[in-house]
Nanobody
Framework: VQLQASGGGLVQAGGSLRLSCTVS????????MGWFRQAPGKGREFVAG????????GYADSVKGRFTISRDNAKNTVNLRMNSLKPEDTAIYFC????????????????????WGRGTQVTVSG
């Protein structure tokens, strides 16, 4: 199983970035997907999650209204659109897959996700 995240970079506060994660080696359309992030000196935290077919999504309160998670099952890809970025969004962002869940479920707990990508750095300058 491989999860490859891309799209990170350096952006000014108020700017936007779009992260993508391409997945191979598992049944993508039957996996809940999530994005997590880890800021320097902090633990990894849930950012956003999406159910099998994208019908249901969930967000951390800190990003609600600014970030949008989506998926394309034909391309085995999950995306995270990040708008109105703030310096406190600076972190390494990880995509993760939970292939042991039901169709409408959103996974939020870190230990639900069996598979993880390596992460992509997002830096927001103030």
């Amino acid at each position: 199983v491989q999860l490859q995240a891309s799209g990170g970079g350096l952006v000014q506060a108020g700017g936007s970035l779009r992260l993508s994660c391409t997945v191979s080696g598992l049944s993508f359309s039957r996996s809940a997907m999530g994005w997590f992030r880890q800021a320097p000196g902090k633990g990894r935290e849930f950012v956003a999650g999406i159910s099998w077919w994208g019908k249901n999504t969930g967000y951390a309160d800190s990003v609600k209204g600014r970030f949008t998670i989506s998926r394309d099952n034909a391309k085995n890809t999950v995306n995270l659109r990040m708008n109105s970025l703030k310096p406190e969004d600076t972190a390494i962002y990880f995509c993760a897959a939970d292939d042991n869940t039901v169709s409408g479920a959103i996974s939020r707990a870190e230990d639900r996700f069996e598979f993880w990508g390596r992460g992509t750095q997002v830096t927001v300058s103030g």
